[in-house]
């Protein structure tokens, strides 16, 4: 049981991690908006729209490898809790 928490706690810190870099690795906080610049093709005045997407960012990394850590944790602490048979 502990030992198979552990494997979890590892596959979750890998796809926590690669949900990071597949959208994106931004290294500021998480986003709900995408700015996309463009600009208006008469005056040629740069502005910015903004789409409705995610881009994860530090918090979403860090709240995942912490996360992760602690379901680790929990299997090694649960794997020094066996009861003892004599």
């Known amino acids: 049981?502990?030992?198979?928490l552990q494997i979890f706690a590892?596959?979750?810190?890998?796809?926590v991690l690669g949900i990071w870099f597949a959208l994106g690795a931004h290294?500021?906080?998480?986003r709900n908006q995408i700015?996309?610049?463009?600009?208006?093709?008469?005056t040629e005045i740069a502005f910015s729209e903004f789409e409705d997407g995610f881009v994860p960012g530090i918090d979403f990394?860090?709240?995942?490898?912490?996360?992760?850590?602690v379901l680790f944790a929990a299997g090694f602490f649960l794997s020094?809790?066996?009861p003892k048979t004599s």
């Open 80 to 82: 020094k809790l066996k």
């Open 1 to 4: 049981m502990a030992k198979m």
């Open 10 to 15: 590892v596959l979750c810190a890998l796809a």
């Open 27 to 30: 290294m500021g906080w998480s």
């Open 61 to 69: 990394l860090g709240a995942g490898l912490i996360g992760s850590g």
């Open 35 to 42: 700015e996309t610049k463009k600009v208006d093709p008469i």
